[in-house]
């Protein structure tokens, strides 16, 4: 075997010699890679500053993006909307029953703050902030830690002088912390005088309804006889069946599209908000007008607009060209066809039409 | 999805030893079972006998109505399923296999538990890039083609996530050994030692951490000590003999045995190596395991001991008095799995299962037992051994060393309750 790969490596030495560059390795494949493209990925930070790139942004930099690019899901004050990670306070929780894990409460280096919102933030549509931007939305969290005044401005420069309060807590794997064989031979009988139930799944409840097996709740059928296997229950599909007026097959596409694209923030069933409001029955109606939803933006209230289908179709190209402060915070659908589906989709959810 | 009881041995001798032992400890665990009884007599033919079935009488599909196979529609109930109101979202979120509809050691591809952080990227092999950066010495660039020209090696490892049975720290709380313990898979991947491509890029001496990030719109990036990277770490482009599933980091990903899934990464597209960890989101804020006094153990990879019972359990209720297989699943990630044990009396009474092969390290491995249920209330559990001595721990025992807190790596002993109608409840006993 190793005289096989040595036969190999001797191969490709001698390969590289008569060939190109001395830029190469036992198996001379791959390319250089050209410090243009190094540059366009390398763009990972670390705690001691390596990675930064020039730049600058203020607390109220940072809360003015903030507010336009993260508080739909993290809230106006990082205090989290619905599930959506909570980014402020949380200080002294860590020890109780209810830890809250922000980065003034756990988070150890700040380097770590910046590198997440590079690389993947806002959810949906990463890598589209600026340096300036991430450098203020930092600066911003901070603040709303209460780890710096909101004079402060936030630089390549100052930023390895800031330390998170919690950096000195973690430590590292001291596993296991359970006992080996070696110190005690498992038990294998009369280990026990008795066994007491202590807990149940069932008293708390909070396992998904199945179809399959003895879930949600139905008794199953007795022990000892022959059950025939239970009929698993038909599941009415919930997507609204699109009237003949549409394109159906449009319509299809458009569904889809709406649940991969649109579904982790809205949803298509009637008063059901999420993060952003439902958008059943929208299609014709003014903005910023369903019922139960309050998180819209001042300027969707005051856009005047009818979601007809040039205004979606505008809308949908980019969100903030249309209303410009929106708290939608999406790139937008850039293929012509994927709009003309979604607003077929959206149409076909208006009964009336 | 037949279970045989199995009564012979991989290397083919009788389990005499396991079964006479086993069936001592479960008259002790249930006060004694009658003497088998005799196989029932049927009062009429059964017309599945009797009458002429249509697939016994018409043709079927002919071999082209299915390019790519798919199973029985009989089995459509064995899907991933997820938890709805674990996450905020649908794209940073899980779903788990169903163990209990499995058996063997590999988890079909179509069956493998999810968990992404930015959705599924969906990434043509052709536009797909490996980058090598930093500390070494030759920066380079891979095609997939160029991957696949350099030597290769098959290894079949589990994957767990460190949140698997997360939700039951503090006590039960999930119906279902999908819920409890379905973030595990384990394939066979295909691909290159990870040594071999650094070799090729040639590692500077000062050379300590790698940093793999993945090609999606979460940019996933975790930091991996370059002795793990050099021993068994593996670029992986197929599972189970075929490409990577999308959800599975087609076309690239990171295989790295025996440590938490979520340094796995998935559409692998650069390794940066460096001198210092770089600490990033999912090794501090999240994957850090929070003690009861408020420190944090990080960098916790490796998985330790653990074991589940798949069958009984609350999606597979027990049916049958008499004859029974109860079947698991055991792993760990220092190595390979030396020993099951299960009791039905909550702890009382122990007997080693018998594990069917393969029996590989880091690897999931299957066990059985036979058993004669009289009818009465179970609680089983099973407690792996591993080949370094490591003792799967009861949950009592891990919330003694770190508290409630923790999150992850919560490998501690399942109970599951059958009650008299064969039904299975997670529970946690005395």
Redesign the interface.
């Known amino acids: 075997m190793s005289k096989y790969r040595n036969l190999l490596l001797g191969l490709a030495v001698a390969g590289t010699l008569c060939g190109t560059s001395a830029y190469a390795g036992p198996f001379g494949l791959g390319r250089e890679a050209l410090p243009e493209e190094v540059e366009a990925w390398n763009t990972d930070v670390r705690p001691d500053g390596q990675g930064l790139p020039e730049g600058s942004g203020s607390v109220a930099d940072g809360e003015t993006v903030f507010a336009e690019q993260c508080a739909v899901c993290h809230g106006d004050f990082a205090e989290g909307v619905d599930r959506w990670p909570v980014l402020a306070g949380g200080h002294g929780t860590l020890k109780s029953q209810n830890p809250v894990k922000t980065i003034g409460s756990y988070w150890p280096y700040l380097s770590t703050v910046y590198d997440y919102i590079e690389r993947a933030m806002p959810f949906g549509n990463a890598r589209s902030l600026s340096s300036d931007e991430i450098y203020g939305i930092v600066a911003y969290l901070l603040y709303m830690n209460d780890l710096v005044d909101d004079e402060f401005v936030l630089s390549k420069d100052n930023f390895t002088e800031v330390h998170l309060p919690n950096e000195a807590n973690f430590i590292a794997d001291d596993r296991p912390d359970t006992p080996s064989v070696t110190e005690a031979e498992p038990c294998m009988t009369n280990c026990k005088e008795s066994v007491e139930i202590t807990a149940r799944a069932r008293i708390i409840d909070v396992t998904p309804d199945v179809v399959d097996g003895a879930e949600g709740g139905e008794e199953p059928a007795a022990a000892g006889e022959d059950s025939a296997a239970a009929e698993p229950a038909a599941q009415e599909d919930q997507v609204a069946t699109a009237a003949p007026a549409f394109d159906a097959a449009l319509v299809e596409e458009g569904a889809g599209l709406f649940k991969k694209k649109c579904g982790s923030c809205h949803s298509a069933e009637e008063g059901k908000n999420k993060v952003g409001p439902s958008l059943h029955a929208i299609y014709g109606q003014p903005a910023a007008g369903v019922e139960g939803f309050t998180k819209y933006s001042k300027n969707m209230k005051a856009s005047g607009l009818t979601w007809d289908t040039a205004n979606l179709e505008q809308f949908l190209t980019k969100p903030k060209d249309l209303v410009k402060g929106t708290k939608m915070s999406f790139a937008g659908l850039k293929k012509d066809g994927e709009r003309a589906a979604v607003i077929e989709y959206l149409k076909s959810l208006t009964p009336t039409n | 999805m037949k279970k045989e009881p199995t009564d012979i041995r991989s290397d083919g001798r009788e389990s005499d030893n396991g079964r006479r032992r086993f069936l001592k400890g479960s008259l ?1 665990a249930l006060g004694g079972v009658a003497a088998t009884s005799v196989a029932a007599r049927a009062a009429t033919p059964d017309p599945d006998i009797m009458e002429v079935q249509e697939w016994n009488q018409a043709l079927g599909d002919g071999v082209a109505a299915r390019p790519y196979g798919m199973p029985s529609q009989f089995e ?2 064995v899907v991933r ?5 674990l ?6 979120s899980v779903n788990f296999t169903p163990l ?1 509809d499995l058996d063997g050691i590999i988890t079909p591809n179509g069956l493998c538990f999810e968990r992404h ?2 959705g599924i990227a969906e990434i043509p092999p052709e536009k797909h890039r490996l ?4 500390l070494v010495d ?6 997939m083609d ?2 696949k ?3 290769r090696v098959n290894r079949i490892f589990f994957l767990e996530c460190a949140a698997n049975s997360g939700m039951e720290w503090r ?6 050994c999908q ?1 409890t313990h379905g973030m595990v898979h384990c394939v066979q991947y295909s691909g290159v030692l990870l040594k ?1 491509i650094l ?4 590692l500077k001496t000062n050379a300590k951490w790698l ?1 793999p ?1 993945g090609a999606d ?3 996933m ?1 975790r930091s991996v000590p370059v002795e793990k990277a050099l021993d068994d770490c593996m670029v992986a482009f197929s599972m189970n003999g075929e490409a990577l599933r999308p959800e599975q980091g087609y076309p690239l990903r990171l295989v790295v045995p025996g440590w938490e899934g979520n340094m796995w990464v998935k559409w692998l ?2 390794i ?1 190596v ?1 001198d ?1 960890p ?4 999912e090794e ?2 999240k994957y ?1 395991d ?1 003690l ?11 998985m ?1 001991a653990k074991s589940v019972v798949t069958n009984p359990s ?8 008499g004859p029974n297989v109860l079947s698991g699943l055991a792993w760990s990630g220092r190595g390979a799995i030396k020993r099951v ?1 299960v009791t039905l ?7 080693t299962a018998d594990i069917q092969g393969p029996v590989l390290p880091k690897c999931l491995t299957r066990f059985y037992v036979n058993f004669e ?1 009289d ?1 009465k209330p179970l ?1 089983i559990q099973s ?1 792996a ?1 591993d080949d ?4 799967q ?1 009861t949950k009592n ?2 919330r003694q ?2 508290g ?2 923790s999150i992850y ?1 919560n490998n501690g002993i399942q109970t599951w ?1 059958v009650r ?11």
């Open positions: 002790a459509k109930n399923r997820d938890v709805e109101w996450t905020a979202s649908r794209e940073s209990h952080h930015g980058m090598i950066n930093g030759r920066e380079l660039v891979f095609t160029d991957l020209r350099f030597p006590g039960a709380q999930l119906n279902g819920f071999t070799e090729e890029a040639g940093m990030e719109a979460s940019g990036n597209r650069r940066e460096g210092e770089w600490h990033t989101r501090t804020s850090t929070l009861a006094n408020g420190t944090a153990r990080r960098f916790t990879w490796v330790d609350p999606q597979a209720p027990l049916k049958y008095k044990d009396d909550g702890g009382k009474n122990w007997v249920w009818g609680l407690r051994i370094t001595g490591y003792v721990p025992e891990l060393a770190r409630t807190n790596h309750h008299e109608n064969g039904e299975v409840e997670n529970v946690e006993v005395s």
